[in-house]
């Protein structure tokens, strides 16, 4: 089992930062593969960014590309998602998600095996 838990969440102007952590415990955390995920109110949950277990390999959704990126500290057990240039459109409930093979990055919500409890960002316009 897994474990993750996420923190960092908030209220934010549009065109601002904020940074999403993400904190593993249960199984090595270098051998997962981990992703970011959101969901606003009335929409399915998308994909946001995903990082292979080592970090070599990265993913983002066409959405974020450019504002957001993915690290890991596999030292401390922690992902990130730091995100820049904010925008209303971003407001969601940010998931913190993990898979057990962890070579690949997938943007496929299915193919993550554990999830957090999910944390609140909302950007002001």
């Known amino acids: 089992q897994v474990q993750l838990v996420e923190s960092g969440g908030g209220l934010v102007q549009a065109g601002g930062s904020l940074r999403l952590s993400c904190a593993a415990s249960g199984r090595t955390f270098s051998n997962l593969g981990m992703g970011w995920f959101r969901q606003a109110p009335g929409k399915e949950r998308e994909f946001v960014a995903g990082?292979?277990?080592?970090?070599?390999?990265?993913d983002y959704a066409e959405s974020v590309k450019g504002r957001f990126t993915i690290p890991r500290d596999n030292a401390k057990n922690l992902v990130y998602l730091q995100m820049t240039s904010l925008k209303p459109e971003d407001t969601a409930v940010y998931y913190c998600?993990?898979?057990?093979?962890?070579?690949?990055?997938?943007?496929?919500?299915?193919?993550?095996?554990?999830w957090g409890q999910g944390t609140q960002v909302t950007v002001a316009s």
């Open positions: 990082i292979s277990r080592g970090g070599s390999s990265t």
């Open positions: 998600a993990a898979r057990g093979f962890g070579v690949v990055v997938t943007t496929q919500a299915r193919s993550y095996d554990y």
